[in-house]
């Protein structure tokens, strides 16, 4: 059985940071794509980054330079560093990878 878990997710002041965590269980996502999308209350979930086969990486536009995607092969797990979090940024952040999703993680960033 296939599961993408996230992991991360907090209560987090104006400007600080954190790590979100894809792990994969039935999936190996050290050499597959995997995307991370969010979703806030109201709104359509929408695209915040990726990291393809290559490694190579892409981002959002709101992004900013504020965030950074990286592999851990040894724990096949992908990460998604967030720095300078905004109230904007304050969503259910979800990982991807071919067509399965994982559940989600919960980020409040308070003013």
């Known amino acids: 059985q296939v599961q993408l878990v996230e992991s991360g997710g907090d209560l987090v002041q104006f400007g600080g940071s954190l790590r979100l965590s894809c792990i994969g269980f039935?999936?190996?996502?050290?050499?597959?794509?995997v995307a991370w999308h969010r979703q806030a209350p109201g709104k359509q979930r929408e695209f915040v980054a990726g990291?393809?086969?290559?490694?190579?990486?892409n981002f959002a536009d709101f992004v900013k330079g504020r965030f950074t995607v990286s592999r851990d092969y040894a724990k096949n797990t992908v990460y998604l560093q967030m720095n300078s979090l905004e109230s904007d940024d304050t969503a259910t952040y979800y990982c991807?990878?071919?067509?399965?999703w994982g559940r989600g993680t919960q980020v409040t960033v308070s003013s």
């Open positions: 039935g999936i190996n996502v050290k050499t597959t794509p």
């Open positions: 991807s990878s071919r067509q399965y």
């Open positions: 990291i393809d086969s290559s490694n190579r990486r």
